[in-house]
């Protein structure tokens, strides 16, 4: 028996978690309550899609003031990873509007940065390594497929592209 089967004196075994099949109902159901929830109180999730959508802006801007705009196609991919830890604000008000708990913006936001002490920071840097891999990807495909001469403007970026595509077709024989 290794230290893992072991439970603590006084407390009950707990018993295997059932995994059920996922249907459309089941999912059907899950927009409702997403829905019925965002009605009851717009405001939360207004505010957190916001923040959402304005760090993805942000990214282009300032993608843009660099003067590196073919990064923000691969960019906005990878910040998509993110989203679940952005919609932890809506779990809490989904969970306490379930649980009939009145809504306060420092209860939510207290839920949030309590996730800190959990698996939320790991998961986190996980997914950090995990968008610093895809963007070394990036680089990678562009210096393969485009050469390692910068592209300062997503046109610059465009013609080269449309360039090595047309005379990769021309060598082939194609037009």
Request: hydrophobic share 55%; glycine share 10%.
């Amino acid at each position: 028996m290794s230290d893992l089967d072991v439970q603590p004196a006084g407390t009950a075994p707990q018993a295997d978690p059932i995994v059920r099949a996922i249907t459309l109902s089941d999912v059907n159901e899950a927009w409702v309550q997403g829905i019925h929830d965002f009605w009851n109180a717009p405001i939360y999730g207004l505010v957190f899609g916001g923040l959402y959508a304005a760090g993805g802006m942000i990214i282009v801007v300032c993608v843009t003031a660099l003067g590196l705009r073919y990064l923000a196609y691969p960019l906005t991919a990878g910040f998509v990873l993110i989203g679940p830890f952005a919609a932890v604000g809506l779990y809490e008000v989904s969970r306490r509007q379930e649980a009939g708990v009145a809504l306060s913006w420092r209860a939510v936001l207290g839920a949030v940065f309590e996730q800190r002490n959990r698996q939320l920071a790991w998961m986190g840097f996980v997914t950090l390594l995990f968008f610093v891999i895809w963007m070394y990807q990036v680089q990678l495909l562009v210096a393969l497929f485009l050469g390692t001469r910068s592209f300062p403007t997503l046109h610059d970026f465009l013609v080269a592209r449309e360039f090595y595509f047309f005379s990769s077709a021309m060598r082939s024989g194609r037009s």
